[in-house]
């Protein structure tokens, strides 16, 4: 079995939360068309967590507004939208 540090994977259905265990996938978003969560696995079992354990500062709550816009703004858009977000993030980051 190999050990995964790090996934990104849109599941609408939280079942899929014992197969990433048993992957051993140390953290998991989850977003519930509303809200972005963040599991991590603590002894096979997945526990909300306040923040990421791989990137700390990053803004959680502000992903989940952009992944609420995805019915109502242009796909491209949302996607240049954001980039240059996580952009400003990094810069801002960077000191």
């Known amino acids: 079995m ?3 540090d790090y996934r990104i994977e849109l599941v ?5 939360l014992a197969t990433y265990a048993d992957l051993r996938v140390l953290e998991v978003w989850v977003y519930d068309g509303t809200t972005l969560s963040l599991q991590q696995l603590q002894n096979q079992d ?6 990421n354990q791989f990137f700390p500062n990053l803004p959680i709550a502000e992903i989940a507004g952009f992944l609420q816009q995805d019915e109502t703004v242009d796909y491209l858009e949302l996607v240049k939208t954001f980039r240059a977000w996580v952009k400003g993030q990094i810069k801002s980051q960077a000191g």
Do not use: E, N
């Open 46 to 51: 997945y526990v909300t967590a306040s923040s």
């Open 12 to 16: 609408q259905v939280r079942r899929w």
């Open 2 to 4: 190999v050990d995964q």
